[in-house]
């Protein structure tokens, strides 16, 4: 256990420099930084998805999952494969973009992600591979291998069509799409019916199923919102719409789980983890309710024609949803202390610099002028985040 948290420490240290990157964006807006702001963007991307939240659930799901089947020698030699090619992304996208080492590095990342997928079959016994949030834990697995086509497809897209192709994007919008929706969202669903089945709190069968098989088709339908920026066929606009309610069903479904058993789930769950979990619940709520209204056409035109309308959505999905859940999970399994002063000053940074954001699209969209010193407010609102993600690695270190 000793050294799955320190694997957590480092994942939290992928977080503290994707804040520290966050932070340096926001300051090009306002003085002159001698680096190249796509370059920062791509490593602030990168080590987003693959440093703090990749490392964060491989490390749950095989702390939850296979601690005590498998030898840890196995998990470790691929766990810092894995950190080898993050720290090699880390090093080259900040001076180089896209060009060949970090495209090394990046295409190792992937075979090292596909091993694990492998390490985890493997080793899960069959009594856990009949349970419920197995199930789900293997689905997501199999999202962030689907997804990984998106970055395989840029190669081939980029010498035959360009990077100006609509291709090009739609295969980057491929893979966001199911790693934030697929491989996250259905992952933290897995260890959320984990923790019930821990401890004892069995739910009805039909609704599993009908939770997952609804969430699923969400899921894939869904990703045609991702294209509607192109004006397509109006099949896609109803294909993306038909994804949009199938989330809004899949959520509603969950919530009577939840309702039905939150007595029980009291009892297991801290205090300050269950705050983390309503909110992250409250603005998992809010994503989907997004996504719906990206269905028509209008709203899909000004989402993608406003880049900061897409910013928001994103950080809402991955420092709200995401992140909160993670942070919650991880202090349930006692891999991670929580700071409640932490956590406090993470909020006022999220919530904070989301609303400015947001204000920014409404601007553009409604075309009224921003306020004074907006830059160095939201500039001020990012460092929260960097000092809340700091404090609380320095947490982890004295205790």
């Given at each position: 256990?000793?050294?799955?948290?320190?694997?957590i420490?480092?994942a939290?240290?992928y977080?503290?420099?994707?804040?520290?990157?966050?932070?340096?964006?926001r300051?090009?807006?306002?003085?002159?930084?001698?680096?190249?702001?796509?370059?920062?963007?791509h490593?602030?991307?990168?080590?987003?998805?693959?440093?703090?939240?990749?490392?964060?659930?491989?490390?749950?799901?095989?702390t939850?999952y296979?601690?005590?089947?498998?030898i840890?020698?196995?998990y470790?030699?691929?766990?810092?494969?894995?950190q080898?090619t993050?720290?090699?992304?880390?090093i080259?996208?900040?001076f180089m973009?896209?060009?060949?080492?970090?495209?090394?590095?990046?295409?190792l990342?992937?075979?090292?992600?596909?091993?694990?997928v492998?390490?985890?079959i493997?080793?899960?016994?069959?009594?856990?591979?009949?349970?419920?949030s197995?199930?789900?834990?293997?689905?997501?697995?199999?999202?962030?291998?689907?997804?990984?086509?998106g970055?395989?497809?840029?190669?081939?897209?980029?010498?035959t069509?360009?990077?100006?192709?609509?291709?090009?994007k739609?295969?980057?919008?491929?893979?966001?799409?199911?790693?934030?929706?697929?491989w996250?969202?259905?992952?933290?669903?897995?260890?959320?019916?984990?923790?019930?089945?821990?401890?004892?709190?069995?739910?009805?069968?039909?609704?599993?199923?009908?939770?997952?098989l609804?969430?699923?088709?969400?899921i894939?339908?869904s990703?045609?919102?991702?294209?509607?920026?192109?004006?397509?066929?109006?099949?896609?606009?109803?294909?993306?719409?038909?994804?949009?309610v199938?989330?809004?069903?899949?959520?509603?479904?969950f919530?009577?789980?939840?309702?039905?058993?939150?007595?029980?789930?009291?009892?297991?769950?801290?205090?300050?983890e269950?705050?983390?979990?309503?909110i992250?619940?409250?603005?998992?709520?809010?994503?989907i309710?997004?996504q719906?209204?990206?269905?028509?056409?209008?709203?899909?035109?000004?989402?993608?024609?406003?880049?900061?309308?897409?910013?928001?959505?994103?950080?809402?999905?991955?420092?709200?949803?995401?992140?909160l859940?993670?942070?919650a999970?991880?202090?349930?399994?006692?891999?991670?202390?929580?700071?409640?002063f932490?956590?406090i000053?993470?909020?006022?940074?999220?919530?904070?610099?989301?609303?400015?954001?947001?204000y920014?699209?409404?601007?553009?969209?409604?075309q009224?002028?921003?306020?004074?010193?907006?830059?160095?407010?939201l500039?001020?609102?990012?460092?929260?985040?960097l000092?809340?993600?700091?404090?609380?690695?320095?947490y982890?270190?004295?205790?």
């Amino acid at each position: 256990m000793v050294y799955l948290k320190k694997h957590i420490h480092i994942a939290l240290g992928y977080f503290l420099i994707i804040a520290l990157l966050g932070v340096l964006l926001r300051l090009f807006t306002i003085i002159v930084v001698p680096a190249n702001y796509r370059y920062i963007v791509h490593t602030h991307s990168h080590i987003a998805l693959l440093g703090w939240v990749y490392t964060a659930l491989t490390t749950i799901i095989y702390t939850i999952y296979i601690t005590k089947k498998a030898i840890p020698k196995i998990y470790k030699i691929i766990f810092w494969s894995t950190q080898v090619t993050i720290l090699g992304m880390l090093i080259t996208f900040p001076f180089m973009g896209y060009a060949l080492f970090s495209i090394i590095f990046s295409t190792l990342f992937l075979l090292t992600s596909y091993w694990f997928v492998w390490f985890f079959i493997t080793y899960t016994t069959k009594e856990q591979k009949s349970t419920i949030s197995y199930t789900y834990i293997r689905t997501s697995l199999y999202y962030m291998i689907l997804s990984s086509i998106g970055p395989w497809s840029l190669g081939v897209i980029m010498n035959t069509l360009g990077s100006s192709s609509i291709w090009y994007k739609i295969a980057i919008y491929f893979y966001l799409h199911f790693q934030y929706n697929g491989w996250y969202i259905v992952a933290l669903f897995g260890i959320f019916f984990y923790t019930l089945e821990k401890n004892n709190i069995s739910i009805s069968k039909t609704k599993s199923k009908i939770l997952y098989l609804t969430l699923q088709i969400g899921i894939l339908f869904s990703f045609f919102l991702s294209v509607l920026w192109t004006e397509p066929h109006p099949i896609f606009y109803i294909l993306g719409g038909t994804g949009a309610v199938f989330q809004i069903f899949a959520y509603y479904i969950f919530i009577k789980i939840i309702i039905k058993h939150r007595s029980k789930l009291y009892q297991h769950i801290h205090t300050t983890e269950r705050i983390l979990l309503k909110i992250a619940l409250i603005l998992l709520g809010l994503k989907i309710i997004l996504q719906a209204i990206s269905a028509t056409p209008y709203f899909s035109r000004l989402t993608y024609s406003i880049i900061d309308f897409v910013i928001g959505y994103l950080h809402l999905t991955f420092l709200g949803v995401v992140s909160l859940s993670i942070f919650a999970f991880l202090g349930h399994l006692q891999l991670l202390k929580l700071s409640k002063f932490s956590i406090i000053l993470f909020f006022i940074g999220f919530l904070g610099s989301e609303f400015l954001i947001i204000y920014k699209g409404l601007a553009t969209w409604l075309q009224f002028p921003i306020f004074s010193y907006y830059f160095l407010s939201l500039a001020i609102l990012s460092s929260c985040i960097l000092f809340s993600i700091l404090y609380l690695l320095l947490y982890q270190l004295k205790s």
